[in-house]
């Protein structure tokens, strides 16, 4: 219980010293339950580590290939990808806005629990909206993405339908420009909750669009992709850096995200107590 409380306090210091908001717009739901999935026992169906290539890393063993714009084709990229230094002492992808990466069809990619893990570095500040990962055929179908928006919120998580959770504020504070961010989101296609962290800080989510709607189906005709809006809309939209992309089928618990932050090089004054 004692080390439960100093996590605790630890999340509730850090997300006044970083966001600025009250501890009361803030949750630590899940840290003190001891059944929950942890992610050091859970193997991802997705893992990207960018160490100057795209292998997937996980027993999936899924074919990455990258893809760059120029004029109206996508041409192959694989051959002028940007490495650059990582979060922890290794390499990441860097994204320029104009390239992809392509994950093929995999029904495992689109899993109705899910957890997506990554670090992200924003080359410049960002506009519009800045897609992460999409696996659906239209925004409001099947399926599941994860976008950053500067207009509309800063982080949304879309659902079966158009069921969507949001975080407001405003993204360039939530991801500063050239600085790594911890950001990982799990849903649960049955419960139709989703909850969303930002270096390890549970963030206030607010669910909305379709309440009939809801649930992730494997979607085994689409394309799955980071970076890009799929093949309906076909624009790449992604100004920043990733690392450690890892994605599982399951929903992990709020402990083992905090592990996923510390594993990649995050970390906080956890000696307090309360």
Known sequence: MKKTKKILAAILAAAVAVTGLPTTQ????????????????????????FEE??????????????KRLVGTVFEDASGSLDFVEGRNGGKALSFDGKTYLDLGKNEALSPSKLTLSLWIKPNAALT????????????????????????????????????????????????PTG???????????????????????????????????????PCPTVQKSIGWNGENYHTPSLNAAVDEYCLYDTVLSAKSIIELYQQGGGAWDDTADV
Do not use: C
């Open 26 to 49: 803030l949750h630590a739901e899940g840290l003190q339950t001891e059944d929950s999935v942890r992610a050091v026992a859970e193997s991802p169906v997705l893992e990207l580590k």
């Open 53 to 66: 290539n795209l292998k997937d890393t996980s027993a999936s063993d899924t074919q990455v290939t990258a």
């Open 179 to 217: 600085e790594w961010t911890h950001l990982a989101v799990t849903y649960d296609s049955d419960t139709k909750k989703a909850l969303i962290y930002r270096n390890g800080i549970q963030q206030t989510v607010t669910m909305g669009g379709n309440a009939g709607g809801g649930a992730i189906s």
């Open 128 to 175: 519009g909206e800045q897609v992460i990962t999409w696996n659906k055929p239209n925004w409001d179908q099947e399926g599941w993405y994860l976008s950053l928006k500067a207009n509309t919120g800063a982080i949304v998580l879309t659902a079966g339908g158009n069921y969507q959770a949001n975080v407001a504020g405003d993204v360039n504070v939530l991801f």
